[in-house]
């Protein structure tokens, strides 16, 4: 069975730093891993895909790297800001469901 | 989340009544999953559905609770005889007939489900 860890739990850095949020999963057998943000109390709003063909994804401030081989991905967030704070959830899909973290928690401090 | 609707957004219930969510997927989508997230917890399946089929069940407890979605109208999941438990968020998300694992997941806003 699929497992996924995130770390760290939490993370609180001064706005303008950049910072990489970590995502580790035990079977290498998946097709795609997502990044999703939450806000609290809130859905899930999806950042980037990554096919499992593919090595990275960018989105503006948002990069997010992918080897399969070794179970791991990471969310790069460069010049942070107090908007990005927030739970990152990273998802890695197998054959049928998604299968998620427990979240990174990041406060950024203005 | 723009797309995926969930209703209610909150949801209270006391102990031993019932509780139906609802998640009317994008247009288009017939494929729809549920996912349930207790607090300090991560996002754990449910179940998925076709249009008029239960795909994969795995996650879904074995008592009180079931799914549908049918071929009008929304997917419900249904919860019965509700335990302060079951308190928790839950999330809907589609997709689309024969994206298969080129997309990803679009979720709803969730329903926040309190059993007092």
């Known amino acids: 069975k699929q497992e996924v860890t995130q770390i760290p739990a939490a993370l609180s850095v001064p706005e303008g730093e950049n910072l990489v949020l970590n995502c580790s999963f035990t079977d290498s057998a998946i097709y795609n891993l997502q990044w999703f943000r939450q806000d609290p109390g809130k859905g899930l709003t999806s950042l980037l895909l990554i096919q499992s063909s593919q090595r990275e994804q960018t989105s503006g401030r948002l990069n997010a790297s992918l080897d399969k081989s070794s179970g791991r991905s990471t969310l790069y967030i460069a010049a942070s800001q107090p908007g990005d704070s927030a739970t990152y959830l990273c998802?890695?899909?197998?054959?049928?469901?998604?299968?998620f973290g427990t979240g990174t928690s990041l406060t950024v401090i203005p | 989340n723009a797309g995926v609707m969930q209703n209610p957004r909150h949801l209270v219930r006391r102990r031993g009544q019932e509780a139906r969510l609802r998640c009317s997927p994008m247009k288009g989508h017939s494929h729809v999953y549920w996912y349930r997230q207790l607090p300090e917890e991560g996002l754990k399946f449910m179940v998925y559905?076709?249009?008029?089929?239960?795909?994969?069940e795995s996650g879904m407890p074995k008592e009180r609770f079931s799914a549908e979605f049918p071929k009008e109208g929304p997917s419900i999941l249904r919860i019965q005889q509700v335990v302060r438990g079951d308190s928790a968020a839950y999330f809907c998300a589609s997709l689309a007939t024969g994206q298969g694992f080129l997309h990803g997941y679009t979720f709803g806003s969730g329903t926040r489900l309190t059993v007092v």
């Open positions: 998802a890695v899909r197998g054959l049928g469901q998604f299968y």
């Open positions: 559905l076709q249009k008029e089929n239960i795909i994969d």
